[in-house]
């Protein structure tokens, strides 16, 4: 029975492969359709992250900036942040320190012309509407990165990261993620042909096994009984 035994312990590894490859699979399906949605966006011009380095620090700096952001406005709401004017009578509100230095990095490096409303002034000053813009901008910005670190994860190269977001540069990831995604429907394939055998071989050795056993009980019983 060790051989069967073997060939159903193979057989059901096999089969746990091909239920990951499927799992693989679907999370291609998905960031390709993803990919393709955000080519028909208005997202072109975004000077992308250098590296996985600078990516996950962008996508930290967007994190941190969006809390802010909906913090100074659930404030504003409430009356609780109170607004001063400024030498033109606008009613102003100051963007934090820390969140404006990190954001004025990233956007000066990704392109201001990309947030015109978190950059209007190139200073921490922001009108309501500017929030509200603003945030709608770093959300926007904030899509494309968690997209580009699906992508990473999936196992693409950083060579997609650095220089400007086109399509060219999206057609490529969804190429490169379809090649990736037939490899794996053809390892699985492969993997199906495996499994057949192996169910073959546990099926023969089982019915070959349970054969032998019943011979031998055959004959145990005609010697206990002197036949």
């Known amino acids: 029975m060790d051989l069967a035994s073997d060939n159903k312990t193979k057989a059901?590894?096999?089969?746990?492969?091909?239920?990951?490859?499927?799992?693989?699979?679907?999370?291609?399906?998905?960031?390709?359709?993803?990919?393709?949605?955000l080519k028909a966006e208005d997202v072109k011009g975004y000077n992308l992250p250098?590296?996985?380095a600078q990516l996950e620090a962008d996508i930290k700096t967007c994190q941190d900036s969006l809390?802010?952001?909906?913090?100074?406005?659930?404030?504003?709401?409430?009356?609780?942040?109170?607004?001063?004017?400024?030498?033109?009578?606008d009613p102003c509100f100051n963007l934090p320190d820390a969140d404006y230095k990190a954001l004025k990095s990233m956007t000066d490096r990704v392109g201001k012309?990309?947030?015109?409303?978190?950059?209007?002034?190139?200073?921490?000053?922001?009108?309501?509407?500017?929030?509200?813009?603003?945030?709608?901008?770093?959300?926007?910005?904030?899509?494309?990165?968690?997209?580009?670190?699906?992508?990473?994860?999936?196992?693409?190269?950083?060579?997609?990261?650095?220089?400007?977001l086109t399509d060219d540069k999206l057609k490529n990831m969804i190429q490169?993620?379809?090649?990736?995604?037939?490899?794996?429907?053809?390892?699985?394939?492969?993997?199906?042909?495996?499994?057949?055998?192996?169910?073959?071989?546990y099926n023969s050795y089982s019915q070959g096994a349970s054969a032998a056993i019943s011979q031998s009980n055959q004959a145990l019983t005609q010697i206990a009984t002197g036949r």
């Open 113 to 164: 012309n990309n947030f015109p409303n978190m950059t209007r002034g190139d200073d921490n000053v922001h009108m309501k509407y500017e929030i509200i813009e603003g945030k709608q901008e770093l959300e926007k910005y904030a899509h494309v990165l968690n997209l580009m670190k699906k992508v990473n994860d999936l196992g693409l190269s950083e060579n997609y990261l650095g220089g400007n």
């Open 176 to 201: 490169s993620l379809q090649g990736l995604q037939q490899e794996v429907s053809t390892d699985n394939q492969t993997h199906m042909i495996t499994i057949q055998d192996h169910i073959g071989k």
């Open 67 to 89: 809390k802010t952001y909906n913090s100074m406005l659930n404030d504003i709401e409430s009356g609780k942040l109170k607004p001063y004017i400024n030498e033109r009578k």
């Open 12 to 37: 059901m590894e096999y089969i746990d492969t091909v239920k990951a490859n499927n799992q693989k699979s679907k999370e291609y399906a998905n960031v390709i359709a993803e990919l393709r949605s």
């Open 50 to 52: 250098k590296d996985k």
